[in-house]
């Protein structure tokens, strides 16, 4: 087979998969729908290999596999073609998403044995990956942009699957409307794009069109304000919806009311991942931004900053991976906001390894221990090996210890942020921070769930079990990929060939980083300190000395002598970290989250349409006088105007 | 003989009694009589224009547009009737069940 | 002007109006029928004989129609126009007439109306609406619109056993006849100041700037006026959610759907055709018009309650979103059609799912009573999402092309403000549909009742839906044959 029959193929066996569940499910039973979305994942990866392997085999300058499957809008001056493009940057996309996507799919038939929603599960669960590989694959932005309204429909339904439950389905309304307004600004950048490109003559929204156009929009400007920044603007405020980032971050900790694996592949390992992926693909659109540039590097490193905090001082299982996943995103902004591009999608692929890993360890044991409080857990490791282990790796791997995967991916955007022709030693000091925090945060999460005496009664500590090897043999694979994925981006302080590094060359502007290797190796060193620092102190305090957080109430219903011999770490945590980020996270939901997103009447935009909507239902009394009588006003406004002003305008 | 203008102020008076009423009585059959009084100061209009211009074209307007006033006041008067069998009400600001 | 023609009916010009002889034909037929039976089933059964084959000789004359190069004919002593935007149009409302026939005659039935008086009043509705694309005079325009609109009056308040619709007729009876009135004061001061009725001519005349008079500028205002109302844009849009709300559901569809699109063919007609140079004297105003319609509609709509009245407010905002397209140049027009094209169907395929659910005397009438629709009905639920979807301007559905058109015309002409204020309105859309979806695929408790569909009506709800899925993935094909027709308007 070609490449491109490969391609369309690995977009195709998907959306067969969720098409057959979806229409013949209630026929063929619960049990077939999980093997058949597994099998359709499967083929998909298998396809996608095929059409890598094809790729490679092509000339690096011309390395594209371009399959048109037809004109979707033609308006003679504005066409866009349906069509998928491989290039180096989505292949590796392709990948991870259908590669974790298969092994998350496989956990799921574990995870999900006893659920009797698992047809529609299974049905959502492959239209989710058929619209993630429509945004990664499609070849211009309203292709990506179906991809991408496509995947937060299926996470609102996912997040939501267990509608029966008030607060899930909130929490799926919530994210579906704060993507909405990131969506908003999506629009609206690839608008202004149309325009802008349709002005000098080429109404193509392809990428490659596009790029190969940028230097004729360079010089448009919208009152003063040049249109590329205005568009990248734009497009990256976009990104932070769907990438969860400052301010449009709100919705991801409550989207884990979702079922575990959803999180693992949506909420961690692929749709969350978009905003970064659209930003490197856009690269040649954000270059020209040098102020949008650096706006997305602060972001990014602010918004991993303030994640990491908050992920200090959680204790609900889900919510800590939730807020290191907002953390680790923010890594990637800073990446490809200093124009490392390459690191940026490098620490996009070892974090869905071990993020996919993490959150799939903490399925297992959920699945087992049946609380997500993690203050209720402790000595899990004796009667789950196999979770313990991997999460082992996972934790180990995010934390940025050598050699797993996050430290080489999270030291090259470190070094990037510190050496890099647009970072600085501020941004790097933010991620060096966060660094250590990280390892602080994971190695608590890690310590308060596996070791230790447990926390659980006896009963409840005897009905604790492994879970079956559907959902530990994705865990040892995913294990393995986070402890050697860091292999495929050496850093080059090393002499070692940067195997990521090379294989996306031709997608991105090239990247120079002045300082020489001793710097890298000295910064290398520094973060691995931090990360060992983080860790041994946290394993120290909640390992070696036992200490559970208090409840939320703050009443000590632990046992005392757990509460006595606290040395004020909560109390240190409360005054230092907890209250600040409170009033910061009080601030933020104030402003954008609000009651607003919650329960939607309110906030500023629902707000308003809100007042609007009361105005307009108010003023709609019934009495048809009062109707007649806006009737008439609206023709004398008309007449008034006419001939008050009944110049020609020019029409444009 | 009167100017065309003076049919015309003719014209538009009687459409701004037409449109008065609708606005302000509040019987439905006081309301059908100042609808027909909009449509016919129309046909005034129509009939002072045509006489303006020298055409006929305006006159046949006017009588296409009589059909047409006929029409409209048989079907408002069905519909009066109607309402006022359900509701024993012709009055306008009675009929408020559907709002909001 | 010049001399009189005698008898001004040229060979073809029968075959130009064969869309409106059938449906008028129709019409005199479902009289014939009740008056030529007795029994019940005789009558039904006679009237939809009758009334398929009226709609799909409507649709096959229409197709007859030869174009010829592309450009506008004048037929029957220039009143009429004969070309392809009317074809456009008329297998639109053929079309129309067809699913009208199918999908409400389970709520025709529901709502104790008997099917051959319905149909009747409707066909001769339908003829209004085949009038509306071809009006080539402002005379024709305004007879149009009174045949459409004056069934529709009495439609409304047919329904023996509802509690709202004689108060619905007469709003929409009172509001409407006052608008007719406005449109044609309007006509007269339009004919007062240039002695001519004919668009042609009018335009000539506008355009070459010397008749800047006061008459021709308050008639231009009051004419549009009087289109706005017919086409529910604020502020002339009050008696749309009361009427809509009151009125048997079947005779909504017909509001929403039929003349809906009729008072868009008369004003895209008269704004962009021979016309267009007076678009520039009213086009901020337009601007206003477009601005608040999109504003009131979608937030009226957010906290409705009642799936009718909810409709209706969107229909505002979609008369708004497609007004807009008139902003712009002729694309902006051709997105106009376009979006009507898609609304239609949309809403056709809406309406059509609506009407049947309920059972006995009760229609289905506020968003929670559809609560668990998709656990007892998947498929009409999958077919209701599918039109919402689309009315959503949601991909892959015509619904987000239609909108994609619409604003990238709108900011390629500069009307930035108004697309991006298009943008963010059309997201408190996406909130209110998604309530029914909501409701129909994530609740439970609700218990709603499907009444029986026939196949066919199977049928054409799966065509609607297909047509909408086709116009989002595919919408190149329409697309040109949009864009000529609005080369020929002019």
């Keep these: 087979m070609t490449g491109e029959t490969l391609l369309a193929l690995v977009v195709g066996f998907p959306l067969l998969g969720a098409v057959f569940n979806g229409f013949f499910g209630r026929f063929h039973g619960r049990r077939l729908a999980g093997y058949l979305a597994c099998g359709a994942m499967a083929m998909a990866f298998l396809s996608a290999l095929g059409a890598v392997k094809d790729l490679a085999g092509l000339d690096p300058q011309v390395r594209t596999i371009h399959k048109h499957l037809y004109t979707w809008i033609d308006a003679s001056t504005f066409k866009v073609d349906m069509a998928l493009t491989l290039d180096p940057l989505s292949a590796v996309m392709i990948l991870v998403v259908t590669g974790v996507g298969f092994l998350i799919h496989v956990y799921s038939i574990g995870y999900m044995a006893h659920d009797d929603g698992r047809v529609r599960y299974f049905t959502y669960l492959n239209l989710f990956v058929f619209f993630m590989l429509m945004l990664v694959l499609g070849s211009s932005l309203p292709v990506m942009f179906l991809g991408w309204e496509g995947v937060g429909l299926c996470s609102y339904l996912l997040i939501g699957f267990w509608f029966d439950d008030i607060a899930k389905a909130v929490a799926g309304k919530k994210a579906f409307l704060v993507n909405r307004i990131g969506d908003m600004f999506f629009v609206l950048g690839m608008f202004l794009l149309f325009w802008t490109y349709h002005a000098v003559g080429s109404g193509s929204l392809a990428f490659a069109d596009m790029q190969a156009n940028a230097e004729l929009i360079q010089a448009a400007k919208i009152g003063g304000v040049a249109v590329t920044s205005l568009a990248a603007f734009c497009l990256f405020l976009g990104a932070t919806g769907k990438s969860a980032q400052i301010p449009l971050f709100v919705w991801l900790p409550d989207a884990m009311a979702g079922p575990t694996p959803v999180s693992a592949l949506i909420h961690a390992a692929t749709m969350v991942t978009a905003g970064v992926y659209m930003v490197a693909r856009m690269n040649f ?13 602060w972001v990014g490193a602010l918004t991993a900053l303030f994640a990491a905090t908050i992920g200090m001082a959680a204790t609900d299982i889900k919510k800590v991976l939730a807020y290191s996943t ?3 995103l923010g890594y990637m902004f800073v990446a490809v906001g200093v124009g490392s591009y390459v690191a940026g999608i490098f620490h996009l692929v070892t974090h869905a390894f071990f993020k996919g890993l993490l959150f799939l360890g903490a399925g297992s044991v959920i699945h087992g221990v049946t609380t997500q409080d993690i203050r209720q857990m402790g000595g899990v490791r004796h009667k789950m090996p196999w979770t313990f282990w991997t999460f082992l790796v996972g934790t180990w791997a995010i934390a940025g210890l050598p050699p797993f995967a996050g430290f080489f991916s999270k030291d090259e955007i470190l070094f990037h942020a510190y050496a890099g022709p647009h970072g600085s030693v501020p941004l790097w000091f933010i991620g060096y921070l966060t660094g250590a925090m990280t390892a602080f945060y994971m190695f608590r999460l890690f310590a308060l769930v596996f070791l230790g005496k447990t926390r659980m009664s006896k009963k409840e500590y005897g009905k604790v079990h492994e879970s079956p090897a559907t959902m530990t043999v994705p865990l040892a694979i995913l294990a393995g990929l986070s402890a050697i994925g860091g292999l495929m981006g050496l850093p080059h302080a090393f002499h070692m060939p940067h195997l990521l590094g090379d294989w996306l060359a031709p997608v991105f502007p090239e990247f120079h980083v002045a300082a020489g290797a001793g710097t890298e190796l000295g910064l290398m060193a520094a973060s691995v300190a931090a990360a060992i620092a983080g860790s041994l102190l946290a394993l120290y305090f909640y390992f070696k000395k036992g200490y559970v957080p208090v409840p939320d109430n703050g009443k000590a219903s632990l046992p005392a002598s757990v509460a006595r011999d606290k040395f004020y770490i909560d109390e240190v945590y409360d005054g230092l970290v907890v209250m600040p980020m409170k009033a910061i996270a009080r601030f933020l939901s104030a402003t954008v989250d609000a009651a607003g997103v919650d329960r939607v009447a309110s906030g500023w935009l629902p707000g308003l349409a809100g007042w609007i909507s009361k105005g307009v239902t108010a003023l709609q009394n019934g009495n048809t006088q009062r109707y007649a009588m806006a009737l008439f006003a609206g023709a004398v406004a008309l007449i008034v105007y006419v001939s008050l002003f009944g110049v020609r305008v020019p029409l444009a | 003989m009167p100017a065309p203008l003076e049919y015309l102020a ?36 129509f009939l002072t224009f045509s006489r303006l211009h020298g055409q006929l074209h305006g006159q046949v307007i006017a009588i296409f547009v009589m059909t047409v006033a006929a029409a409209e006041a048989a079907i408002g008067l069905a519909i009066v009737v109607a309402l006022f069998r359900q509701t024993g009400s012709v009055r306008i600001d009675e009929a408020t069940r559907l709002r909001g | 002007m010049g001399t009189p023609i005698p008898l001004p009916i040229m060979p073809g010009d029968l075959t130009a109006i064969g869309p409106l002889l059938a449906v008028v034909i129709a019409a005199a037929g479902f009289l014939a029928v009740d008056m030529a039976f007795t029994r019940e089933e005789l009558k039904n059964r006679w009237t939809f004989i009758i009334g398929i084959i009226g709609a799909a000789l409507a649709a096959v004359t229409a197709l007859m129609l030869d174009i010829g190069t592309g450009e506008s004919r004048l037929i029957l002593g220039e009143a009429l126009y004969a070309d392809l935007y009317t074809v456009f149009f008329d297998l639109l409302f053929a079309l129309l007439m067809g699913a009208s026939l199918v999908l409400s005659w389970t709520a025709v039935e529901r709502a104790r109306m008997k099917p051959v008086e319905f149909y009747s009043l409707a066909a001769f509705s339908f003829a209004g609406m085949f009038l509306t694309s071809r009006a080539a005079d402002l005379l024709s325009l305004f007879l149009a619109i009174e045949l459409l609109s004056m069934p529709l009056y009495v439609l409304a308040g047919f329904a023996t056993t509802s509690k709202t619709g004689r108060e619905a007729a007469l709003k929409y009876f009172v509001l409407g006849s006052v608008a007719s009135a406005i449109l044609l004061f309007g006509i007269a001061l339009m004919y007062g100041g240039t ?10 005349q506008v355009s070459s700037g010397g008749r800047d008079s006061p008459l021709v500028l308050a008639g231009l205002a ?26 048997p559901t079947a005779v909504t569809a017909l509001m929403a759907t039929g003349v809906k699109a009729a008072g868009l063919a008369a004003a895209i007609r008269f704004l962009a055709g021979p016309m267009a140079a007076a678009l520039s004297y009213v086009s901020v105003m337009l601007w206003w018009i477009v601005a608040l319609s999109m504003v009131v509609g979608n937030a009226g709509a957010m906290l409705q309650s009642n799936v009718k009245r909810l409709l209706a407010y969107s229909s505002i905002a979609h ?18 059609v376009y979006y009507t094209a898609v ?14 659910f309920g059972d006995g005397d009760r229609e289905l009438e506020t968003v929670d009573d559809f609560n668990g629709a998709a656990k007892r009905h998947p498929w009409i639920s999958l077919l209701f999402t599918i039109f919402l979807l689309s009315l959503a301007g949601i991909p892959p559905t015509g619904g987000f092309v239609a909108k994609f058109f619409v604003f990238g015309s709108a900011i390629q002409t500069g009307h930035i403000g108004l697309a991006l204020l298009g943008v963010l309105t059309s997201v408190i ?28 009506s199977w049928v054409v709800l799966g065509l609607l839906a297909a047509s909408v899925l086709a116009l989002g993935c595919m919408p190149g094909w329409l697309w040109l044959i949009v864009q000529s027709a609005v080369v020929s308007l002019v």
């Design chain 2, 10 to 45: 003719v014209s538009c008076i009687l459409f701004g009694i037409g449109i008065a009423g609708v606005l302000t009585r509040r019987n439905l059959l006081v309301i059908l009589m100042s609808i027909e009084l909009m449509l016919n100061s129309a046909n005034l209009a």
């Design chain 1, 285 to 297: 659109l954000f270059e020209m931004s040098p102020g949008v540039m650096s706006l997305v590097a």
């Design chain 3, 343 to 356: 609304y239609v169907l949309s809403v056709a395929g809406a309406f059509g799912v609506v009407q049947y």
């Design chain 3, 222 to 247: 009051l004419i549009l006026a009087g289109l706005a109302f017919k086409v529910g844009a604020v502020p002339f849009h009050m008696w749309t959610p009361d009427v809509y709300e009151g009125s």
């Design chain 1, 326 to 328: 907002i953390s680790q």
């Design chain 3, 195 to 204: 002695g001519s009725i004919d668009y042609v001519e009018l335009g000539a």
């Design chain 3, 429 to 456: 859309g996406i909130y209110y549909y998604l309530r029914l979806v909501i409701a129909m695929w994530m609740k439970d408790e609700g218990r709603p009742v499907l009444a029986e569909l026939s196949p066919t």
């Design chain 3, 319 to 336: 008369a708004g979103y497609i007004l807009m397209g008139l902003l712009g140049d002729s694309l902006g027009t051709a997105a106009a």
